[in-house]
């Protein structure tokens, strides 16, 4: 089943066209219909809608709750909210009706809006959203950041007040966690969210989502619902690992990306926060850990222009994106793309930051693996060697990084088929290692590695 569906094209791999499979769509986008056998869905009758009303409050008037019906035409996202407000403050249809007539809704909403919606739908659910808020303490700030979130859920894992209470947890965080579940309990009896199946993440209807927004956009708060709603993904991204162990936490780095597109498609022009910018830099650093060069380069794309657009080109951050997208592109390997980028990264380096600094060093090795990669060892000879005489002269011979350099050296004489000297750099090097850091440390076993496999190479010669 796939909700709220945009894109034909994207659902086509999705949805066979033989066995006894069924796909369910559903959309406002009517090009869905050339495709597929459409079902339309209609508001509910004025019987329906009573009866729904009737079920839920446990009020027989019928005839009162038709007319209430009526006024809310006749939509269930809309007799929903009202049945919920009944039933909790024991209301009668007429009382209902009275507060609905007497809402200001102009004080909340804008009066101007593009794609219109019923006006008594936006009464109800703005009614309900006040008076959650006025009785549930939090309610106002987490219906804030849920209107920014993902429409397809959010986690509940990422709201405030999740604790794992299956692992060791204070008194305090216990507390705070129950404090959470009786908020989501609360509002979930409003029908202003809802819970997925298996309860694991909290559900919002698009429309309360929209209608929620509008009022933020209105009182100016969308900056802080923004950012807030950041706070609590970059407390997420701060418990995801790098590198291999990335796979074990593919389930949060699929959250980590979901909401901050969902956040990117609240931005326009220069509004985009740094923090947000660097949550998607590091969403495409962990699809790269991923292997996932698919969707990597493109994020990784954007978000080089975002910070071109709204930082500047010369800026560290620029430049560490414009760094970090040549990887993807070298990774899916495409030099063509990644050595150029690797090229103006590493002159901008030096002239912004000056040839010694770290980051320098780091854009000098990049390029020279990319010339490496590319059938150009000599370039790639060159760039090593510089690297390794400064990183010599700034950091001393026995400093990790040095240590590094002279692998990486070694490695490229290797492939240009100067094993002697590869050995020999080989050899100091593992000495200095085991010496320095210890025969278990990674690079240590790296070069040790690298030199079995040479040693071998050479003997066959």
């Known amino acids: 089943m796939f909700d709220n569906a945009a894109d034909v094209d994207q659902l086509a791999a999705w949805c066979p066209v ?6 369910l769509i559903t959309s406002r986008n009517r090009a869905f219909h050339q495709r597929y056998a ?19 409050t446990g009020l027989d008037d019928l005839d009162q709750a038709t007319a209430l019906a009526a006024e809310l035409d006749y939509l269930p996202l809309a007799l929903a909210q009202a049945a919920a407000l009944i039933a909790r403050r024991h209301l009668i249809y007429p009382a209902y009706r009275r507060l609905l007539a007497d809402f200001p809704l102009s004080d909340y909403l804008p009066s101007q809006r593009g794609d219109i919606y019923p006006v008594g739908t936006a009464q109800a659910i703005m009614l309900s959203v006040v008076q ?10 987490l219906l804030r950041t849920l209107a920014v979130l993902s429409p397809a859920g959010v986690p509940r894992i990422l709201l405030p007040g999740h604790v794992d209470l299956t692992a060791q947890a204070s008194s305090a965080d216990v507390t705070a966690a129950a404090e959470a579940q009786e908020l989501l309990a609360g509002l979930a009896d409003t029908s202003l969210i809802s819970f997925s199946e298996d309860g694991s993440a909290v559900l919002m209807h698009r429309l309360v989502q929209r209608v929620l ?11 802080a619902a923004i950012d807030q709603a950041i706070d609590l993904l970059v407390a997420l991204d701060n418990v995801i690992p790098n590198g291999a162990q990335t796979w074990a936490a593919r389930a949060a780095v699929e959250i980590l990306l979901e909401q901050t597109d969902a956040l990117r498609t609240l931005t326009t ?12 830099a590091w969403c495409g650093h962990y699809l790269m850990d991923l292997a996932d060069l698919r969707r990597a380069v493109p994020l990784l794309r954007q978000t ?13 951050n620029t430049l560490t994106s414009r760094n970090n997208l040549a990887s993807a592109y070298q990774a899916a390997g495409d030099l063509t793309q990644a050595i150029p ?12 930051l000056g040839t010694d600094h770290p980051d320098t060093l780091s854009s000098r090795n990049n390029l020279a693996t990319a010339y490496q ?50 050995i020999s750099i080989y050899q100091q090097t593992l000495a200095d290692c085991e010496r320095v850091l210890s025969e278990d440390h990674p690079i240590t076993k790296a070069v040790r590695g690298n030199l079995d496999v040479l040693t071998r190479s050479h003997e066959r010669k």
């Not at 508001?43 to 079920?55: D, G, M, P």
């Not at 690797?342 to 912004?352: A, G, K, N």
């Not at 060892?377 to 040095?402: C, F, K, M, V």
Request: proline share 5%; glycine share 8%; hydrophobic share 35%.
């Open 132 to 141: 959650a808020e006025a009785t549930l303490p939090g309610g106002a700030d």
């Open 38 to 56: 459409p079902i339309e869905v209609d508001t509910f009758t004025a019987e329906q809608a009573a009866r729904f009303l009737a079920e839920r």
């Open 341 to 352: 980028l690797y090229q103006q990264t590493l002159t901008d380096r030096e002239r912004i």
């Open 213 to 223: 927004r509008e009022r933020v956009i209105r009182d100016g708060d969308l900056p």
């Open 373 to 422: 990669a590319a059938g150009d060892p000599s370039r790639a000879i060159a760039l090593h060697q510089q690297n390794l005489t400064d990183r010599e002269r700034i950091l001393g011979t026995d400093h990790p990084d040095t240590l590094s350099s002279r692998n990486n050296l070694a490695y490229v004489y290797g492939s240009a088929g100067d094993l002697t000297r590869a």
């Open 18 to 23: 033989t066995g006894a499979v069924r796909v």
């Open 304 to 316: 080089l222009s975002d910070r071109e657009r709204i930082l500047g080109t010369d800026h560290p």
């Open 269 to 280: 022009g220069d509004d985009i926060p740094d923090r947000l910018l660097a949550l998607r």
